[in-house]
């Protein structure tokens, strides 16, 4: 019986695979603008993540800005709209790069800078907790998350899912999944979620060169 149950988990992950690997090869063929792309990224990523709540950032400017939402309430988009640092003066902050510091957990996996023995990233640059209760809990007083925020855990969102839309080293965005819920993202939904966002990274490589 586990193999048959193993057996079907396969067919299943395969079947949704190539379902949101179609969708993307429709928007393709019909869409033309970032912001369309990314509300109908916000539509595959909810059906394979199964989360209350998911939204698609997209570089505009300096920033990340949100592009599209389903779930997030409109106080939350507000707050963490803007992801970009700024001195008292209203000024960008920038690196020795000269990019724009970026903050929260979002900033951290948009701009790269993560530490990947961290058990909370992934080998392709993604951030997954379970508990956001529990990972800050773990982590009181270090800098190895970076500059967060912690304004998901204010909203109750336990699990929390961040997956970096880059390809060919250009970040074009990220697909953020939450859920009040924790534990809600297996194994199997990230990696289907990272492959989202490499085909997303793609598409979006035509549209916003």
Not at 83 to 111: F, K, N, T, Y
Not at 177 to 201: G, M
Request: charged residues 20%.
């Amino acid at each position: 019986m586990a193999v048959l149950a193993h057996g079907h988990s396969v067919t299943r992950r395969l079947e949704l695979e190539r379902r949101a690997f179609l969708d993307l090869l429709r928007m393709a063929n019909t869409l033309s603008e970032p912001k369309e792309i990314a509300q109908q990224l916000v539509v595959l990523a909810q059906h394979l993540s199964g989360c209350e709540a998911v939204a698609v950032r997209l570089k505009v400017g300096p920033g990340f800005p949100y592009a599209a939402n389903l779930g997030l309430p409109e106080r939350f988009v507000a707050m963490e709209d803007d992801l970009c640092l700024r001195d008292d003066g209203g000024h960008l902050l920038r690196d020795e790069q000269r990019q724009p510091l970026l903050a929260c957990l979002c900033g951290g996996v948009l701009s790269g800078q993560i530490d990947r023995q961290e058990p909370s990233f992934t080998d392709r640059g993604s951030f997954v907790t379970a508990s956001t209760t529990q990972l800050l809990a773990a982590h009181a007083g270090s800098e190895c998350l970076g500059r967060t925020r912690n304004r998901c855990q204010a909203a109750g969102y336990e699990t929390v899912g961040l997956f970096p839309i880059r390809r060919d080293g250009v970040t074009y965005g990220l697909i953020q999944c939450n859920d009040r819920r924790p534990r809600r993202l297996s194994a199997e939904t990230i990696d289907l979620l990272e492959n989202l966002a490499a085909s997303a990274a793609h598409l979006l490589q035509l549209t916003m060169a």
